[in-house]
């Protein structure tokens, strides 16, 4: 098992590499090299960097995962290719993508999408929380413990 991120824009990249070094997992970071960083990572943690360019990341994550990996994106497209290949996909806040929402998820962007083509306003999401933060720690580990078993 692997924990793959889509780390453009992740906020809870810390929670990860944290929760992943006490389980022992290895966690690859997948960004940009607009995200270039020179800054040092535990040793379970590698990053790959790939060309700028719309889902180039996303097409580097699902090359690399497989089933029962874990991918944290916020991607709902990225997400619906990953359950079809058997992965664990999670939101930063705190939910899990399923078989089950991710035809509602998708249907909702497309619907906010169409919105916005017409010109007309639609609500961004809500601001990332600390309360967020320690969902996301919580299915992290509940996910982690439930593969383990």
């Known amino acids: 098992m692997k924990i793959y991120v889509d780390a ?9 590499k944290v929760i ?11 960004k940009s090299f607009d995200h270039f960083s020179h800054g040092e990572d535990p040793i379970h943690v590698e990053t790959i960097y790939v060309d700028k360019g719309p889902d180039m990341a996303d097409f580097r994550i699902v090359k690399l995962a497989k089933k029962d990996d874990i991918v944290i994106t916020q991607d709902y497209g990225l997400a619906a290719l990953l ?3 058997g992965c664990i996909v ?6 899990a993508y399923t078989a089950n929402n991710i035809n509602q998820l998708l249907e909702s962007r497309y619907t906010s999408a169409m919105a916005r083509k017409r010109g007309e306003r639609t609500k ?8 967020d933060k320690a ?11 439930q593969i383990k078993k």
Not at 20 to 30: G, H, K, R
């Open 83 to 85: 359950i079809g290949k």
């Open 124 to 131: 961004g999401p809500k601001p990332f929380t600390t309360e």
């Open 90 to 95: 999670l939101h930063h806040k705190g939910y």
């Open 135 to 145: 969902k996301f720690s919580r299915l992290l580990k509940q996910q982690i413990s």
């Open 8 to 16: 453009d824009a992740c906020p809870v990249t810390e929670q990860i």
């Open 20 to 30: 992943s070094e006490q389980e022992n997992i290895p966690v690859i970071l997948v």
